[in-house]
T-cell receptor
């Protein structure tokens, strides 16, 4: 069955430091992958997506992610974190033989310290 | 509208009561999804609608949950005889379609349901 794993429940980084959030997926075919961000009391906002082509994808707010098929990973990165990046981040895979529903990871909560 | 809207934003109800949650998708989006976000279960799929096709109800947790989509637009999620374990944030999303790039899902702000 398809699944997404985010190994880190909570991460704390200093403002200005680099960030990498891990995501591993299990999917039989070429996956279509997403990263969403959720600020407190808000809905989900799409950061970036991977459908095909270049394995390094750029998103909004300075985020990028790299698809590595050999490692079944789609890690999210940012070179310099801002205090406003504190939020919860969700990785998701689309299940195309089931109407495009999303399977989400458990989420990683990011805290940013001054 | 500019985005997906949901109402109410918050709903407090007593155990055993029925509740209705509403979702207005982005105009022109043919696919509509309901998800539930709870502390114990994370984000989980409930149901989706695509055009005039029969909905996929495979994620509904019990027969107390139902949903409809009228006129291919607005959707209502109904929970009958609510239980405390139904307390969660219910998120709605819509997309142009269900395949490829058309499946980018845009989420509403959610309805926070509290069952006392």
């Amino acid at each position: 069955a398809q699944s997404v794993t985010q190994p880190d429940i909570h991460i704390t980084v200093s403002e200005g430091a680099s960030l990498e959030l891990r995501c591993n997926y299990s999917y039989g075919a070429t996956p279509y992958l997403f990263w969403y961000v959720q600020s407190p009391g808000q809905g989900l906002q799409l950061l970036l997506k991977y459908f095909s082509g270049d394995t390094l994808v750029q998103g909004i707010k300075g985020f990028e992610a790299e698809f590595k098929r050999s490692q079944s990973s789609f890690n999210l990165r940012k070179p310099s974190v801002h205090w406003s990046d504190a939020a919860e981040y969700f990785c998701a895979v689309v299940v195309y033989n089931q109407g495009g529903k999303l399977i989400f990871g458990q989420g990683t909560e990011l805290s940013v310290k001054p | 509208g500019a985005g997906v809207s949901q109402s109410p934003s918050n709903k407090v109800t007593e155990k055993g009561k029925d509740v209705e949650l509403r979702c207005d998708p982005i105009s022109g989006h043919t696919a509509l999804y309901w998800y539930r976000q709870s502390l114990g279960q994370g984000l989980e799929f409930l149901i989706y609608f695509q055009g005039n096709s029969a909905p996929d109800k495979s994620g509904l947790p019990s027969d107390r949950f139902s949903a409809e989509r009228t006129g291919g637009s607005v959707s209502t999620l109904t929970i009958q005889r609510t239980q405390q374990e139904d307390s969660a944030v219910y998120l709605c999303a819509s997309s142009l379609g269900i395949l490829g790039v058309y499946n980018e899902q845009f989420f509403g702000p959610g309805t926070r349901l509290t069952v006392l």
